[in-house]
């Protein structure tokens, strides 16, 4: 007959039907000597990245999932390195904030400096690679995050499919904003399922506030968590069956 505290221990330790812990890699995106964009306001995105991807970890070990946070030192220059250090997680996601073509930068003064921005584009974009192992995977989550953010208030931008204004990449779900992108080094690369995902353009200068704002952070990555969770969930399902 068990106790009443083995009982309640029990109970404690049973994970909710449907919820299934997982790994997963958080990949600050770029590296202190090569920090990627540069916003509207002079801060390079590596700090940017380094942020939501703390946030994203966050959310996610308060699931009760495993995390890696893979890059935030900033010392990690290698990039065909950080997809192996992800070996044995369920999915790899690389954090980044997104610029423009610069023929769309033009420049103005903030704080005495003169700065390039563009108000044209918003928005977020989500990207896998048709090289990865784990395609089926890699896109389902990426889905599932482009739509839990569209849930949220967060729209996808249409800038990166524009063959025209952007860079002509292929739409692998147009209404979540996934793109396919084959040829990224910490996609095509990985073991596991992989997607790349720029949360918001910060050569905008409204967008870049948004993306500097700790609220606007947690949101995004509450979205990003529980579309993880999900998609993850039904992976999981799906291969029990």
């Known amino acids: 007959?068990?106790?009443?505290?083995?009982?309640l221990l029990l109970v404690l330790w049973v994970a909710p039907a449907g919820v299934v812990a997982a790994g997963i890699a958080i990949d600050v995106g770029h590296y202190l000597a090569e920090p990627g964009a540069i916003s509207a306001r002079g801060v390079p995105e590596f700090e940017f990245n380094r942020d939501l991807a703390?946030?994203?970890?966050?959310?996610?070990?308060?699931?009760?999932?495993?995390?890696?946070?893979?890059?935030?030192?900033?010392?990690?220059?290698?990039?065909g390195r950080r997809p192996r250090e992800a070996q044995g997680m369920d999915l790899f996601i690389?954090?980044?904030?997104?610029?423009?073509r610069p023929r769309y930068l033009a420049t103005w003064t903030h704080e005495g400096a003169e700065r390039q921005y563009s108000d044209m584009f918003s928005g977020f974009s989500l990207f896998v690679s048709r090289?990865?192992?784990?395609?089926?995977?890699?896109?389902?989550?990426?889905?599932a995050i482009g739509a839990e953010l569209r849930r949220a208030g967060f729209r996808p931008s249409l800038y990166h499919a524009d063959p025209v204004l952007g860079e002509n990449r292929p739409f692998a779900d147009r209404e979540n904003g996934v793109h396919y992108f084959d040829n990224l080094a910490v996609l095509k690369g990985a073991d596991t399922p992989a997607l790349l995902f720029e949360a918001g353009v910060i050569v905008n200068r409204d967008?870049?506030?948004r993306m500097r704002?700790?609220?606007t952070r947690k949101s995004i990555a509450g979205s990003v968590a529980s579309a993880v969770e999900a998609c993850l969930s039904r992976s999981a399902d799906a291969a029990s069956r």
Not at 1 to 7: E, H, I, K, S
Not at 54 to 79: F, P, Q, S, V, Y
Not at 131 to 143: F, I, M, Q
């Open 207 to 209: 967008e870049e506030l």
């Open 54 to 79: 703390r946030e994203i970890e966050r959310a996610l070990r308060n699931k009760g999932h495993e995390t890696k946070l893979i890059g935030e030192d900033g010392l990690a220059d290698d990039l």
């Open 131 to 143: 090289r990865n192992g784990h395609l089926k995977r890699s896109l389902g989550c990426a889905s």
């Open 213 to 215: 704002d700790p609220v």
């Open 94 to 100: 690389s954090v980044h904030h997104d610029s423009v």
């Open 1 to 7: 007959m068990p106790t009443l505290r083995g009982a």
